[in-house]
C-alpha cells in the first residue's frame, strides 16, 4: 500500500513520496535520502522490522536518475542460499535439479535500475563473496554458467540487526559491510517519534474504510493518548494492522479502545514480540539487576550480549508454546520461516531433540 507523505516544514524540506511523518527524526531521514538519491552510491537502510525500509528504498529509486529503471526488490530472509544464489544471478537449464530453463536473476533483470535487498543480514559467508563482487566489478555468472555478465545496477540494502555486530561475530564479511554502509540511513522506530501517530492513524483510518466501504471517522476519548502510549514493537507495519481491525470490527463511527487489543490500553508487551533493542535503558535497568554495573551495561559489546541473550530466551519460549513447530513460531514472532531457523541454528537451539522443524 502507497503511503503519500504530508507536508512537513522545516530542515528536513519537501516530503518524501511514500513516507508520512513530520517529526525531526523523520525530517533527517528526508534529507539524508534526498542528497543521496542523486548519486551512485550504495546505501545502506538500518531500522527495526515495520518501520518502513523497503518505502525509502523505493523513494530513493524514484527520486535518482534511474527512476526510468527497473525497481527489483529481494527479501534474502526468504529463501535458502541455493535458491537465493539462483534468484540474484539467475541460472542455466541443466544447472540443478528442476533446471528445466535458463532463468534470468534479479541483478540482470535491474540493469539500469535499483536492485533492493532486504534482510541483508540473512546471507550466507558464501553468497556475500559474490555480492562483493557485483559491488565491486559489477559483473557475475549465471548458476551453472561460465558466461560472466556485467550489470549496472545500484545496489541498496537494508538490515534489521547491527550488521558490525555481525561482523564482529564473523556471521558479515567485513569488506562486505564497508562496500554497502557508503551512505547509512537509519530509520527511527515508531516509539521514537509518536508525533507521528496522529497522522499515520488518520491516512490508515481513511484507506481502510474505503477499501472496506466502512465509516469510521472519529476517534473516541483516550484512544489516540492509548496509541501514542504503547511502545510499537511492530512500528508502523503493526500500527497499520490494529487500524484495519479496528475499522473492520467498529460497530459505530468512532475509533474506541475497546477496538485494539489488551496489550495497546494496559501497555504489555503482546506474546511473541520482541523487546526493542533500541531501547537500552530498559536492558540495562535488567542487567544491573544482575550484578553489572551501568558503566559495564551502556557498551556496544554488552548491549549486543543482552539483546542476543533476551532474542534466545524469547525465541525458545515461543518455540516451547508452539510445540516446536517453527511455522507457526515464525508467525508469532513476525519473522520469516528462514529467519528462524538461522537464529535457531546459531542460538543452538536446535539440539533440542523435540523441537519439530516444520
Known sequence: ????????????????????????????????????????????????????KELIAGAIHKLSHRSHGPFVRVNCGALSE?????????????????????RTGRFEAAHGGTVF???????????????????????????????????????LAASNRDLMQEVREERFREDLYWR????????PPLRRRRDDIPALVSFFLEHYNEVNDRYVVHIGPGAMEAL??????????ELQNYIERAVVMAETDELTCDLFPACVTSHEVPPGAALPTGDIDTLTREVVMQGLSDAAAV???????????????????????CGGVQTKAATRLGINRNTLHKKIKDYGLDEDPEADPR
Open 1 to 52: 500500500m502507497s503511503i503519500i507523505g504530508l507536508s512537513p516544514s522545516g530542515p528536513g524540506g519537501p516530503p518524501i513520496p511514500g513516507i508520512i511523518g513530520t517529526s525531526p527524526a523523520m525530517q533527517e531521514v528526508y534529507r539524508v535520502t534526498r542528497r543521496v538519491a542523486g548519486s551512485n552510491a550504495s546505501v545502506l537502510i538500518l531500522g527495526e522490522t515495520g518501520v518502513g
Open 82 to 102: 541455493s535458491l537465493l544464489e539462483s534468484e540474484l544471478f539467475g541460472h542455466v537449464r541443466g544447472a540443478f535439479t528442476g533446471a528445466v530453463a535458463n
Open 117 to 155: 535487498l532486504d534482510e541483508i543480514n540473512s546471507t550466507s559467508l558464501t553468497l556475500q563473496v559474490k555480492l562483493l563482487r557485483v559491488l565491486q566489478e559489477k559483473e557475475f555468472e549465471r548458476v551453472g554458467d561460465t558466461s560472466t555478465l556485467r550489470t549496472d545496477a545500484r545496489v
Open 180 to 187: 554497502l554502509n557508503v551512505v547509512p540511513i537509519e530509520i
Open 228 to 237: 501514542q502510549d504503547y511502545h510499537w514493537p511492530g512500528n508502523v507495519r
Open 299 to 321: 557498551t556496544g559489546e554488552v548491549h549486543s550480549l543482552i539483546v542476543e541473550r533476551v532474542e534466545k530466551e524469547l525465541i525458545a519460549q515461543v518455540l516451547a508454546a
